[in-house]
Structures are given as structure tokens and as C-alpha cells.
């Protein structure tokens, strides 16, 4: 079972920024992608970020150049930093882990972290 604990989110203005921080633990396997989604209101869950263990990166097309996702293996911690907030921005940002067991796919999630940006 992989424990994920989101911290970071907030209220800001239009433009402003904030980080996001994810620290993943309780995991017997290496992790293997860690990212972001989010789940605006009346909106389904969306990907926001994603990163492997290797370093690769893939963004939402509404969060590039402004959102960058990074990765600290040796602490399972990932981080999104989130620069000219826009108030579509707003949501729920879960955090997500996935491990591959024989090569199946097991994906874990956080509680969630309310981001809300003001106009």
C-alpha cells in the first residue's frame, strides 16, 4: 500500500504562483510515474503533469509553459510548480503514483489539495 501526502495548495490571485509537494511512502516497490491531476468544478478529472522515474516529462496542453512538474527519486516526492495562475486553474490537484508489480500497473492517489486562483 503507497501512502501519498499532498501539501501546497491555496488562494491566489490571477498570475500569482504556487507549489505543489507530494511526499509518496509505505511503497515496497520503486515508483514509477508520480504526477498531478485535477478536477474542476462540475468537471471530470483531468491530467495535468506527469513524471517518470527517468525524468520524462508530459503536460496538459492548457499548463505548458506555465506549470513545471519535477521529481525527487530519492525522497518519492514530487513537486508542481505553478507560475501565471489563471482562475480556470481552480480545482482539486490529486497526486498520483504509479507502481508496475509483474508487470502490472497499480495507481495510487492522494486526499487532494484545493488550488483556487481569484480574478
Known amino acids: 500500500q503507497v501512502q501519498l501526502v499532498e501539501s501546497g495548495g491555496g488562494l491566489v490571485q490571477a498570475g500569482g504562483s504556487l507549489r505543489l509537494s507530494c511526499a509518496a511512502s509505505?511503497?515496497?516497490?520503486?515508483?514509477?510515474?508520480m504526477g498531478w491531476y485535477r478536477q474542476g468544478p462540475g468537471k471530470q478529472r483531468e491530467l495535468v503533469a506527469v513524471?517518470?522515474?527517468?525524468?520524462?516529462?508530459n503536460y496538459a496542453d492548457s499548463v505548458k509553459g506555465r506549470f513545471t512538474i519535477s521529481r525527487d527519486n530519492a525522497k518519492n516526492t514530487v513537486y508542481l510548480q505553478m507560475n501565471s495562475l489563471k482562475p480556470e486553474d481552480t480545482a482539486v490537484y490529486y497526486c498520483?503514483?504509479?507502481?508496475?508489480?509483474?508487470?502490472?500497473?497499480?495507481?495510487?492517489w492522494g486526499q487532494g489539495t484545493q488550488v483556487t486562483v481569484s480574478s
Open positions: 513524471i517518470t522515474s527517468g525524468g520524462s516529462t
Open positions: 509505505g511503497s515496497r516497490f520503486s515508483i514509477n510515474a
Open positions: 498520483s503514483a504509479t507502481l508496475v508489480v509483474n508487470t502490472i500497473d497499480y495507481q495510487y
